[in-house]
């Protein structure tokens, strides 16, 4: 069953006529609509929305920072502080208003907020006073369980106060959220039923002390569950449109007249963050299709900023609307409703993009909030956890190796051996131990799982810090343990040279776990350059006809990184995300030795026909739709991965 939530206490403050005034005309559904305030005898009805606030509660990050609406004039935007004064102004005088976001509210980018479960941007989003969200990709980057039991309602788990339930700005423990997540289209792959509830009902004040419902229908993009980062076994996501349709037609036999869809997909529509212009994207496909029934479109995780109308099936225009990312904007759509049956006067719409610009003072609330985080963070990140007894580097030898990669591919093995945590509640396979591991150290496209040398620090004799390990390697991708054979295992080896345009031999090095020994002839031709018996696991030769199971990050095995051999791997597990994960095996390790780069071997090195290849020693910097460099590199790995036909960032 679907929840219902009454009305609840709003923040308040000043109108929209300002604001609206100051960056530009809101769309329109008719001309009718720009005398809508007039209209008293219908019921309205305000919806605030934003998206993809990935944990930003300080500032837009990077290139996000600024963003251009008509005539190319410019606003610096974001931060929590901000986003609280100017919904405050939006709210002053509504009867009616209901804010909302449809996805990535949490995880994906931001350390102050995603070192700390994310309890940060939770605490913010109450304070905001967040009504509901749709679940995004991102809200499944650790588990069902984690967004149900932990973020909604505050279960701890397993070690409350380093793991998660920090005490917030108040000095409490952690209580979840305050507001519920919904999705139609995010199911369990054996029974079909749907992770969480498909949509809510809410109802508003009609006069008189009559209620009227609105629906709010939620999608999850699809391809979520197969997703690098929300890599979920045991969930699958159903199409778009057919669940759309479906839940808007059971909206309406019980009684629901106006009804809302708000998605985590998106599309692009040009520049000017308050108009839209040559639109495109599933999102966009989707809005032309979907139900006539369906008064309002709100999308997300395309991080594109557009706001305009769209005709339904039958020619009649709705919003179709986006806004941003890291709290550049917030979304107004304005209804009218009819008393009697429920109904929005379409003709009636308007929508406009606010900026959340940086002009205006900030809320005192919510500047204390962000801020008592970001010196929560800053202050985790000194935390020792465990000792080195000398540098680790990605300095790499004539074979490719280096004592960064074995480093990162033992702690592979080790994660691909770890029981599964109690939240982990999304595998469908038993957790059959790793055998060997895998770690891309330096892919020819994509992201390397490995971010920086763990330098030795002299003046602490050593000491590594919660900070250095999770910033070392990471971004925000499981490690998984899946079953391959022999000869995917061999063909992965080969496929670490490929040809250039131009015929350079290229070589993206595999850093492999301390059980594995193997040796590569330098003068052979690409595509033959391993011999299956010199590739030796647990003293052992490759075996081409055996399974194996084998640990690695699921960027890797899904081919983001280049390397296609593992396609088709069987009974995957998923495991912690990649930074936590490394930090709890520096904490169970307590000390780190590097050791003797002895894993690869070069057969006929001293050849004249010998050729290693050369090393891609950095992906290219990753842009984002508008132009701007990705400074997260989470974001830049989703930017860059092989076969993202869409190239969305998240």
Same mark, same amino acid.
């Given at each position: 069953?679907?929840?219902?939530?009454?009305?609840?206490?709003?923040? /308040?403050?000043?109108?929209?006529?300002?604001? /609206?005034?100051?960056?530009?005309?809101?769309?329109?559904?008719?001309?009718?609509?720009?005398?809508?305030?007039?209209?008293?005898?219908?019921?309205?009805?305000?919806?605030?929305n934003?998206?993809?606030?990935?944990?930003?509660?300080?500032a837009?990050?990077?290139?996000?920072?600024?963003?251009?609406?008509?005539?190319?004039?410019?606003?610096?935007?974001?931060?929590?502080?901000?986003?609280?004064?100017?919904?405050?102004?939006?709210?002053?005088?509504?009867?009616?208003?209901?804010?909302?976001?449809?996805?990535?509210?949490?995880?994906?980018?931001?350390?102050?907020?995603?070192?700390?479960?994310?309890?940060?941007?939770?605490?913010?989003?109450?304070?905001?006073?967040?009504?509901?969200? /749709?679940?995004?990709?991102?809200?499944?980057?650790?588990?069902?369980?984690?967004?149900?039991?932990?973020?909604?309602?505050?279960?701890?788990?397993?070690?409350?106060?380093?793991?998660?339930?920090?005490?917030?700005?108040?000095?409490?423990?952690?209580?979840?959220?305050?507001?519920?997540?919904?999705?139609?289209?995010?199911?369990?792959?054996?029974?079909?039923?749907?992770?969480?509830?498909?949509?809510?009902?809410?109802?508003?004040?009609?006069?008189?002390?009559?209620?009227?419902?609105?629906?709010?229908?939620?999608?999850?993009?699809?391809?979520?569950?197969?997703?690098?980062?929300?890599?979920?076994?045991?969930?699958?996501?159903?199409?778009?449109?057919? /669940?759309?349709?479906?839940?808007?037609?059971?909206?309406?036999?019980?009684?629901?007249?106006?009804i809302?869809?708000?998605?985590h997909?998106?599309?692009?529509?040009?520049?000017?963050?308050?108009?839209?212009?040559?639109?495109?994207?599933?999102?966009y496909?989707?809005?032309?299709?979907?139900?006539?029934?369906?008064?309002?479109?709100?999308?997300?995780h395309?991080?594109?900023?557009?706001?305009?109308?769209?005709?339904?099936?039958?020619?009649?225009?709705?919003?179709?609307?986006?806004?941003?990312?890291?709290?550049?904007?917030?979304?107004?759509?304005?209804?009218?409703?009819?008393?009697?049956?429920?109904?929005?006067?379409?003709?009636?719409?308007?929508?406009?993009?606010?900026?959340?610009t940086?002009?205006?003072?900030?809320?005192?609330?919510?500047?204390?909030t962000?801020?008592?985080?970001?010196?929560?963070?800053?202050?985790?990140?000194t935390?020792?956890?465990?000792?080195?007894?000398?540098?680790?580097?990605?300095?790499?030898?004539?074979?490719?190796?280096?004592?960064?990669?074995?480093?990162?591919?033992?702690?592979?093995?080790?994660?691909?051996?770890?029981?599964?945590?109690?939240?982990?509640?999304?595998?469908?396979?038993?957790?059959?131990?790793?055998?060997?591991?895998?770690?891309?150290?330096?892919?020819?496209?994509?992201?390397?799982?490995?971010?920086?040398?763990?330098?030795?620090?002299?003046?602490?004799?050593?000491?590594?810090?919660?900070?250095?390990?999770?910033?070392?390697?990471?971004y925000?991708?499981?490690?998984?343990?899946?079953?391959?054979?022999?000869?995917?295992?061999?063909?992965?080896?080969?496929?670490?040279?490929?040809?250039?345009?131009?015929?350079?031999?290229?070589?993206?090095?595999?850093?492999?776990?301390?059980?594995?020994?193997?040796?590569?002839?330098?003068?052979?031709?690409?595509?033959?350059?391993?011999?299956?018996?010199?590739?030796?696991?647990?003293?052992?030769?490759?075996?081409p006809?055996?399974?194996?199971?084998?640990?690695?990050?699921?960027?890797?095995?899904?081919?983001?990184?280049?390397?296609?051999?593992?396609?088709?791997f069987?009974?995957?597990?998923?495991?912690?995300?990649?930074?936590?994960?490394?930090?709890?095996?520096?904490?169970?390790?307590?000390?780190?030795?590097?050791?003797?780069?002895?894993?690869?071997?070069?057969?006929?090195?001293?050849?004249?026909?010998?050729?290693?290849?050369?090393?891609?020693?950095?992906?290219?910097?990753a842009?984002?739709?508008?132009?701007?460099?990705?400074?997260?590199?989470?974001?830049?790995?989703?930017?860059?991965?092989?076969?993202?036909?869409?190239?969305?960032?998240?």
């Amino acid at each position: 069953m679907a929840r219902e939530f009454g009305r609840r206490t709003f923040l /308040t403050a000043a109108g929209t006529a300002v604001t /609206t005034a100051a960056v530009g005309s809101p769309a329109y559904a008719s001309a009718h609509a720009r005398d809508a305030a007039t209209a008293d005898d219908l019921v309205d009805v305000q919806l605030l929305n934003i998206t993809d606030l990935h944990g930003y509660l300080q500032a837009a990050p990077g290139g996000t920072a600024v963003i251009t609406g008509a005539g190319g004039k410019t606003y610096t935007v974001g931060g929590v502080a901000y986003l609280a004064t100017h919904l405050k102004r939006l709210r002053d005088g509504r009867r009616n208003s209901l804010f909302f976001a449809p996805g990535d509210l949490f995880s994906g980018w931001e350390f102050d907020a995603e070192s700390l479960a994310d309890e940060p941007t939770i605490e913010a989003l109450n304070r905001l006073g967040l009504d509901f969200a /749709t679940a995004g990709n991102h809200e499944f980057d650790k588990s069902p369980a984690f967004l149900t039991q932990h973020m909604e309602d505050g279960v701890a788990f397993p070690r409350a106060g380093w793991d998660d339930s920090f005490p917030d700005s108040t000095g409490q423990g952690f209580k979840g959220a305050n507001f519920r997540y919904y999705s139609a289209n995010m199911v369990w792959s054996r029974t079909a039923s749907t992770v969480l509830p498909p949509y809510n009902i809410e109802w508003v004040d009609a006069g008189k002390g009559r209620k009227l419902p609105i629906g709010f229908i939620h999608l999850t993009a699809v391809g979520t569950d197969t997703g690098s980062t929300s890599y979920q076994p045991a969930l699958s996501s159903l199409d778009e449109l057919v /669940t759309a349709n479906h839940r808007a037609a059971e909206l309406k036999a019980r009684g629901v007249n106006a009804i809302v869809l708000s998605m985590h997909d998106g599309a692009v529509a040009g520049s000017d963050f308050n108009s839209g212009s040559d639109p495109s994207g599933p999102a966009y496909d989707l809005a032309r299709k979907v139900s006539a029934d369906i008064d309002v479109i709100v999308t997300g995780h395309w991080h594109c900023r557009f706001n305009m109308m769209v005709p339904d099936p039958h020619g009649v225009p709705r919003p179709f609307v986006e806004a941003g990312c890291h709290g550049q904007l917030i979304n107004e759509i304005n209804l009218r409703l009819d008393p009697r049956t429920g109904k929005v006067v379409r003709a009636l719409t308007t929508s406009t993009n606010h900026p959340n610009t940086r002009d205006v003072t900030p809320d005192k609330e919510l500047k204390e909030t962000a801020d008592y985080w970001t010196g929560y963070a800053a202050r985790r990140a000194t935390t020792a956890i465990g000792k080195q007894t000398a540098s680790f580097t990605r300095t790499r030898d004539d074979s490719g190796e280096s004592t960064m990669g074995d480093l990162a591919a033992d702690w592979a093995l080790w994660a691909g051996q770890q029981p599964l945590g109690p939240m982990n509640n999304a595998n469908r396979y038993p957790n059959d131990p790793a055998e060997l591991a895998l770690i891309v150290s330096a892919p020819q496209v994509g992201q390397s799982v490995i971010n920086q040398d763990l330098t030795f620090d002299t003046a602490s004799g050593g000491t590594v810090t919660f900070g250095q390990a999770w910033k070392a390697i990471g971004y925000g991708d499981p490690i998984l343990t899946v079953t391959v054979s022999g000869r995917q295992l061999h063909d992965a080896l080969e496929q670490q040279w490929t040809t250039a345009a131009d015929g350079t031999l290229r070589f993206a090095p595999l850093a492999v776990s301390a059980n594995v020994r193997y040796t590569f002839d330098a003068t052979g031709p690409v595509g033959d350059r391993v011999d299956p018996a010199d590739v030796l696991i647990d003293g052992r030769p490759l075996d081409p006809a055996r399974r194996y199971r084998l640990a690695a990050t699921s960027y890797t095995l899904l081919g983001a990184d280049g390397f296609t051999a593992f396609a088709g791997f069987k009974a995957p597990v998923r495991h912690v995300r990649d930074f936590e994960s490394f930090v709890a095996f520096v904490q169970e390790k307590k000390q780190l030795t590097p050791a003797e780069r002895n894993r690869v071997t070069v057969a006929n090195a001293t050849a004249r026909s010998a050729r290693v290849g050369e090393i891609v020693t950095a992906a290219p910097r990753a842009l984002g739709r508008d132009g701007a460099a990705v400074t997260s590199r989470a974001e830049a790995a989703q930017l860059t991965r092989a076969g993202n036909e869409f190239n969305v960032p998240c």
